[in-house]
């Protein structure tokens, strides 16, 4: 019986973010040799409580929900995350179904200070140790889009065998291949984050979805105000569940499951990364 995911996509895999970058054009036109260092990324202490607070401060397998209204930087902050992960805790695999794998490296040479307008990085020792350094990160991207929950399972599953996982990033759960069997979009979108779940339990891993709250249409009957749990994570597949808001520089995320303090932060629109808000130590 053919499968109701359709054939499965010809197997890439995760790609070391090193070989990302040393084919990166605008590295390139700068330049700039890749060449992995021995010497770790810094990494403030304001990331290293975004992970924490991501994970629990945990490394068990669990489905972690980041989600949001669209632009509000779920990406940028995801990637924050998995750049302290890949650099103090293990592997970690990003699976980036709404852009390729060059866009997600020029994110992170963004998110370290190396790409403003124009995208060329200055060629400078500063820069040639930053990237070097970017580049020893055990982040592994996979482009290939619309992958179904079996064939993320299975990536994973030989990235740990080969060298370890310490963290799995979707970035965006809802462009997944979905079971066409399933009555509504939602339903399928449902049994997705409940295999992603099992996934993480058999992996042992902490996973990180990325959603998106779709906005509401006029006329539509107004959401109570502050997160709604039941309409965000109804069947309570989720261990964790977490709301970014943002007002151009303002932001916080809320800690919906379990119920903790919001964390107040300011968005950087040009390094495209948050930071702490005025007033926090970071």
């Known amino acids: 019986m053919p499968s109701p995911l359709g054939p499965p996509p010809p197997s890439r895999g995760p790609v070391p973010i090193a070989t990302i970058l040393s084919t990166l054009p605008a590295l390139e036109r700068a330049g700039i040799m890749v060449q992995a260092s021995?010497?770790?990324v810094s990494r403030s202490p304001f990331d290293e409580s975004l992970l924490a607070a991501a994970t629990g401060d945990r490394t068990q397998g669990?489905?972690?929900?980041l989600t949001g209204q669209p632009g509000t930087g779920r990406t940028s902050l995801a990637l924050q995350i998995a750049t302290v992960a890949a650099g103090r805790s293990g592997p970690v695999a990003w699976f980036a179904h709404d852009r390729n794998a060059g866009q997600v490296a020029t994110h992170l040479l963004t998110q370290a200070g190396l790409l403003t307008k124009p995208a060329v990085p200055r060629r400078s020792p500063v820069t040639q140790t930053v990237v070097n350094r970017l580049a020893a990160l055990a982040l592994h991207v996979d482009d290939q889009p619309e992958l179904a929950v079996d064939a993320v399972r299975q990536r994973c599953a030989e990235l740990a065998v080969g060298i370890g996982l310490a963290l799995v990033v979707i970035d965006y759960v809802q462009l997944m291949k979905l079971?066409?069997?399933a009555p509504s979009f939602e339903a399928a979108l449902q049994l997705a984050k409940q295999d992603l779940r099992a996934?993480?339990?058999a992996l042992d891993v902490p996973v990180?979805?990325?959603g998106s709250q779709r906005r509401q249409k006029p006329g539509e009957t107004r959401s109570p105000p502050g997160p709604d749990l039941q309409r965000l994570d109804p069947h309570s597949v989720c261990d964790r569940v977490f709301v970014l808001q943002r007002n151009g520089e303002a932001a916080q995320l809320l800690v919906v499951r379990p119920a903790e303090p919001a964390i107040a932060m300011r968005f950087d629109p040009v390094g495209l990364r948050?930071?702490?808000?005025a007033g926090r130590a970071s």
């Open 62 to 65: 669990q489905l972690i929900l």
């Open 38 to 40: 021995r010497q770790p």
């Open 274 to 277: 948050f930071e702490p808000a």
């Open 208 to 210: 990180l979805i990325i």
């Open 199 to 201: 996934m993480s339990r």
């Open 179 to 181: 079971d066409r069997r």
